[in-house]
């Protein structure tokens, strides 16, 4: 099989195509949960910690000297960071909990009962003698 038909199979089966749009979704998440961090979040413990902006919040590791910029270590930025990703893990893990409930209920459901097996030819056979053998000592 060549390359070419191989990378085709591949890609247009549909787990990719699901994948892909998954990871674009997930992007555009991303982006949504950052802002809401950054302008909704973090004001108010910055306003509740004595008006600190978390953007701002640095350490200066060497100062500026000429045309060379400040060193900064910039920790308020790091732990804007942290809360970003603590709210996508917790929305990720609701929504995976969700799924899996889902499933269960689903799982959980009970399945049409099963229609009992045809009767073998022996069965049928033996089934047929035996009314036969009843109407026989009927008729005596």
């Known amino acids: 099989m060549s390359f070419i038909k191989e990378f085709k199979e591949f890609a247009v089966r549909g787990n ?4 892909a749009v998954g990871i674009i979704i997930g992007a555009a998440f991303g982006k949504i ?4 961090v950054a302008d909704v979040v973090m004001p108010p413990i ?3 910690l004595g008006n600190a902006d978390f953007s701002e919040l640095a350490v200066v590791l060497q100062p500026a000297v000429g045309e060379t910029p400040e060193v900064l270590l910039r920790y308020g930025t790091f732990i804007q960071t942290v809360v970003d990703f603590t709210i996508v893990a917790l929305a990720v893990f609701v929504a995976i909990k969700a799924i899996n409930s889902l499933k269960r209920k689903e799982e959980a459901a009970p399945a049409e009962p099963e229609a009992p097996p045809e009767p073998s030819k022996e069965e049928v056979l033996l089934t047929e003698i035996r009314d036969l053998l009843k109407a026989r000592a009927g008729d005596v």
């Open 16 to 19: 990719v195509i699901d994948m």
């Open 33 to 36: 949960v950052s802002s809401f």
């Open 46 to 48: 910055g306003l509740l």
